[in-house]
């Protein structure tokens, strides 16, 4: 059985303008040669070069697909924050190893009144989940730094920390809507990940 934590988020953030084309496309029931033509030939998510937009149409449509067409609603119409939350709880449930993050450590530094994030915590994260799950595949260096690197992106993405460059903490709520929609389906290791802030 392989780990739950997986390094699937070293490619991107939140990819949130993106997010909102790809959840179009699964409400569309876009799929299989229209899907590539979609990606490939329009180039609907604008990106420079086809193995970006593939790299983050896939992310994108893997972490949507954790969950319903009721979120993805929420991504492609909601307004920012709603479809940033939306886009963060579908990342949470597809990358446990940032989830858990938030879970514990964010958690725990909020609980401390601490003022900022040292990216400290996030090395001796990783280096605890290795020691702990067996089945975690090994890290490089570079792998760990990506990682590291999209985690602050996110949470400063998500309104957590202030910025990527002081990463003072912020206290954020999960807009009502986003959390409604986890209450309804039972996605309760995603409510605990992401009501992280007093």
């Given at each position: ?9 070293t490619?991107?953030?939140?990819i ?10 699964l ?24 193995k ?5 149409a ?6 949507l697909q ?5 979120l993805w609603?929420?991504?492609?119409d909601?307004?920012?924050p709603?479809a940033?939350h ?6 949470v ?13 964010v ?5 401390r009144f601490?003022t900022h994030?040292?990216t400290?915590?996030w090395?001796a ?10 089945d975690m ?6 792998t760990q ?5 999209n985690a602050?992106r996110i ?6 920390i202030?910025?990527?460059r002081?990463?003072r ?5 999960i807009e ?6 986890l209450r309804?389906h ?7 990940c ?5």
């Amino acid at each position: 059985m392989s780990s739950p934590y997986q390094a699937n988020f070293t490619k991107c953030s939140l990819i949130v303008p993106e997010s909102r084309i790809v959840a179009e496309l699964l409400l569309q029931g876009v799929t299989g040669q229209d899907w590539d033509r979609q990606v490939h030939e329009l180039n609907v998510l604008q990106k420079r070069t086809v193995k970006t937009a593939v790299t983050y149409a896939n992310l994108a449509r893997s972490r949507l697909q954790t969950m319903s067409v009721d979120l993805w609603t929420l991504v492609r119409d909601g307004s920012v924050p709603v479809a940033t939350h939306a886009v963060l709880a579908a990342t949470v449930k597809f990358s446990p190893l940032f989830g858990d993050f938030l879970r514990t450590v964010v958690r725990d530094q909020f609980r401390r009144f601490a003022t900022h994030l040292e990216t400290r915590r996030w090395d001796a994260y990783i280096e605890d989940c290795q020691r702990t799950q067996p089945d975690m595949p090994s890290l490089s260096d570079s792998t760990q730094v990506k990682l590291r690197q999209n985690a602050m992106r996110i949470l400063a993405e998500a309104g957590f920390i202030e910025d990527t460059r002081s990463l003072r903490l912020r206290s954020q709520h999960i807009e009502p809507v986003v959390l409604h929609y986890l209450r309804q389906h039972n996605e309760q290791y995603v409510l605990d990940c992401l009501q992280v802030c007093p």
